[in-house]
């Protein structure tokens, strides 16, 4: 286990986990605001586990299962990536549609953000989010992050960005969190 919060256990993903992860990434109306909204086909999920399994050997954290109940049931995915080979550790999560609405994606969040500064350093973490996810834009604010400036994307299309500071860090250099 990587950490656990009062009613979730985080650990890392294993090879047997892919068809879960090809059942929630797969899942359309879990995916209309990731990316292109379209579905993981079954070559990128294999590639995202050998992705994920690097980044364990090369950061010390990746994409996670979730896991809740007893006995366990698998509620999704949260991780930190860098997508594109930004700098900064982006979060990603996914909770199952049978989880969501009882407070366990902002568990979730509040509790990767606060295990990544403790156990792996990260001062800084931000999150990408469609503009019309109204849901991960309230969690986020919830859970202690911060509105930055809108990223414009090459279709001309908008995302929000969102910024997460270790609380003990310095925060000189933060921006002022109003909606854009």
Same mark, same amino acid.
């Given at each position: 286990?990587? +950490?656990? $919060? ?5 650990? %890392?993903?294993?090879? #047997? ?22 579905? =993981? #086909?079954?070559?990128?999920?294999? %590639?995202?586990?050998?992705? $994920?399994?690097?980044?364990?050997? %090369?950061?010390?954290?990746?994409? +996670?299962?979730?896991?809740? *109940? ?6 999704? +995915?949260?991780?930190? $990536? ?9 979060? &990603? ?7 969501? *609405? ?21 001062? %800084? =973490? =931000? ?14 604010? &919830?859970? *202690? ?13 908008? #995302? +929000?960005?969102?910024?997460? =500071? ?8 933060? &921006? $002022?969190?109003?909606?854009?």
């Amino acid at each position: 286990m990587v +950490f656990a $919060t009062d009613r979730l256990q985080v650990r %890392r993903i294993e090879r #047997t986990d892919y068809d879960s992860m090809l059942e929630v990434y797969g899942d359309l109306e879990l995916m209309r605001y990731v990316g292109d909204g379209s579905a =993981i #086909t079954q070559e990128d999920c294999s %590639r995202w586990i050998d992705v $994920t399994l690097d980044n364990y050997r %090369r950061r010390g954290y990746g994409l +996670f299962v979730v896991e809740s *109940g007893e006995p366990l049931q698998h509620v999704g +995915f949260v991780g930190l $990536t860098h997508p594109g080979g930004r700098s900064d550790p982006e979060i &990603k999560y996914v909770v199952r549609a049978k989880y969501s *609405g009882n407070g366990l994606a902002q568990e979730l969040l509040a509790g990767t953000c606060a295990h990544a500064h403790r156990e792996w350093g990260l001062e %800084r =973490i =931000i999150a990408t989010v469609h503009p019309d996810n109204q849901v991960s834009n309230h969690i986020l604010r &919830k859970c *202690g992050f911060l509105r930055l400036a809108d990223q414009v994307n090459e279709d001309g299309s908008v #995302t +929000f960005v969102w910024e997460h =500071i270790e609380p003990t860090a310095d925060t000189s250099h933060a &921006k $002022t969190a109003e909606p854009h």
